[in-house]
């Protein structure tokens, strides 16, 4: 059974940083796009940033430059850096890992959900 556990989320002050780490178990990540989503009150979830199994990043626009989502294939593991935080970044942020077969994309999995708050 495939499961994703987020850790590192918690209450920093603006402009504060914290680091979320996803560990993967069950299946391997090597062929596998992994990443994070975030999940505000009353609001859609939304793409933070991926990371392919060929390392390829992608990321919302409003964290370009402050977050940074780096991957141990070997650990099946994956991190976002946030830094320079604000108070619209507060959501609750899951895991995400979509696996690849011969090159098909997979169901994704998902993480419970860990809920990083920006606040003074």
């Known amino acids: 059974q495939v499961q994703l556990v987020e850790s590192g989320g918690g209450l920093v002050q603006p402009g504060g940083s914290l680091r979320l780490s996803c560990a993967a178990s069950?299946?391997?990540?090597?062929?596998?796009?992994m990443g994070w989503y975030r999940q505000a009150p009353g609001k859609e979830r939304e793409l933070v940033a991926t990371?392919?199994?060929?390392?390829?990043?992608n990321y919302l626009d409003s964290v370009k430059g402050r977050f940074t989502i780096y991957r141990d294939t070997a650990k099946n593991t994956v991190h976002l850096q946030m830094n320079s935080l604000k108070p619209e970044d507060t959501a609750v942020y899951y895991c995400?890992?979509?696996?690849?077969?011969?090159?098909?994309?997979?169901?994704?999995?998902w993480g419970q959900g860990t809920q990083v708050t920006v606040s003074s």
């Open positions: 995400y890992m979509r696996p690849y077969v011969s090159g098909r994309p997979r169901n994704p999995y």
């Open positions: 069950g299946t391997s990540a090597d062929m596998a796009t």
């Open positions: 990371i392919t199994y060929g390392f390829s990043e």
